[in-house]
């Protein structure tokens, strides 16, 4: 699956621009003052040579791929680098409807995206990892992570924090994640130095289970 959409030239670092078929465009949406003033800023072209989004250096390089549970979508997380650099590299989502299969929407731009990702069998979100803390990563304290949730659109749509304590993200890396059956429970692996953990994350209230 994933070679023929490579050779097909749908998975390519050349499709850096937020890519939305049939949906309401980011511009659209409520940003807030300072989110608003930096769409705007982003649709005007402006850019500096140096990239902003960054993959993190724990990151294996391998693509993951989620369907909707009615497989009529389909996400892959790819990292992808940068035409104007071999040495940098950033994490991309792009959504693809299976008639095609069909390139349906890319995401936004994620500073810190991880690979793992996993779609909500109820349908509604994609859930993803956000890593702060680090240049080319989210914008934040360094030590935090945050499930981000993003629309079929490829928008963000909220997300929450992560308990791991700042000794431990320095160097621990998210391995997956996966939801149960029923789309209350998210559960995430970590990979630390010394061992391996799982958190399970309920949902429905958006608080991590005990």
């Known amino acids: 699956m994933l070679y023929a959409l490579e050779a097909s030239g749908l998975i390519s670092p050349d499709l850096d621009q937020f890519i939305n078929v049939g949906w309401g465009s980011k511009s659209t949406q409520f940003h807030g003052s300072i989110g608003k003033a930096a769409a ?13 989004s960054l993959s993190h250096s724990s990151d294996d390089g391998l693509p993951r791929i989620t369907f909707r549970g009615d497989a ?13 650099s071999t040495s940098h590299a950033r994490r991309q989502i792009r959504i693809y409807s299976r008639d095609g299969p069909r390139l349906s929407a ?9 690979p793992p990702i996993a779609w909500r069998p109820s349908g509604n979100v994609l859930s993803s990892l956000v890593r702060y803390g680090y240049k080319g990563g989210g914008e934040g304290n360094e030590g935090r992570w945050e499930v981000a949730m993003l629309e079929r659109n490829g928008l963000r749509h909220g997300g929450f924090e992560l308990r791991e304590k700042k000794e431990e993200w320095k160097k621990a890396r998210c ?3 996966a939801w149960n059956a029923d ?11 010394d061992e391996d ?14």
């Open 175 to 177: 391995g997956e994640m």
């Open 72 to 84: 009529a979508f389909f996400a892959v997380s790819s990292l992808d680098p940068y035409c104007s």
């Open 183 to 193: 789309s209350e429970v998210l559960a995430i692996w970590f990979q630390r130095q």
């Open 40 to 52: 705007q800023a982003s649709s005007s072209g402006t850019s500096s040579t140096i990239p902003k």
């Open 197 to 210: 953990v799982s958190e399970s994350c309920v949902i429905e209230e958006y608080k991590q289970a005990s």
């Open 106 to 114: 890319t995401s936004e731009s994620l500073p810190g995206l991880e």
